[in-house]
């Protein structure tokens, strides 16, 4: 119940984005914090929450704090000089579009502002074409793609390797090196078989033998 609490009472200062009353949140979040010591505590402990003592006032506190695209264009560009500098991964670079959204809800709009002015990067996914993450652009490059080549693009399929091998050669192409992988198919253990011969019997062995 605590943690469901918490919960709500973020999510209503994360949506509202600013300062809260304690009677605000009541009504906001239907959670009663100030009949609740080890709930209000517990809102004055979380890393996402901020405490405002001379209002009495508790306010959602994002990663990022990104208003403005000015905002949005210092915290991708200062993540891009820190991560170069330290010659980290070329994924840390970036930011995912998710990770906007949780400092700032209408981040949108800034970054297609910041896109058109050419100084991000923006990814996109194949399928529906949504913002997948934003890189800084330090050379301020500036292209457009034709629309037409980026549908052809998205509707090629990677051939597996053994038709991709075989398409370069129709096309009169040859590959490097061509290894022939064996697949190796597995032999189920036979079964061993009953014994189903006749044996003749005789009595060989007990001639000379008087059983009378």
Known sequence: HLNSSVFAVLNYLKK????QSLENIK????????????????LRANP???????????EFLPEHDIRTAENLLAAVEDRYRRNVEAKDLPASICFEFKELLDSNSNVKPLIEQLEEDGKIFVTRKANDNNIK???????????????EFKSVWSSLKIPDETDLTRDLKS????????SKIKIAHKQPPK??????????????????IDLT
């Open 16 to 19: 509202v984005d600013k300062p």
């Open 27 to 42: 009504h906001g979040a239907q959670v009663d914090v100030q009949s609740d010591k080890q709930l209000f505590e517990r």
């Open 48 to 58: 996402r929450i901020k405490f405002l003592p001379n209002s009495h006032m508790f």
């Open 133 to 147: 993450a934003i890189y800084f652009n330090p050379h301020k490059i500036q292209f457009q793609v034709d629309e």
């Open 171 to 178: 096309a009169g192409m040859k590959t490097s090196e061509v």
């Open 191 to 208: 079964k061993k078989s009953s014994s189903n011969r006749k044996i003749k019997l005789t009595n060989q062995h007990l001639e000379g």
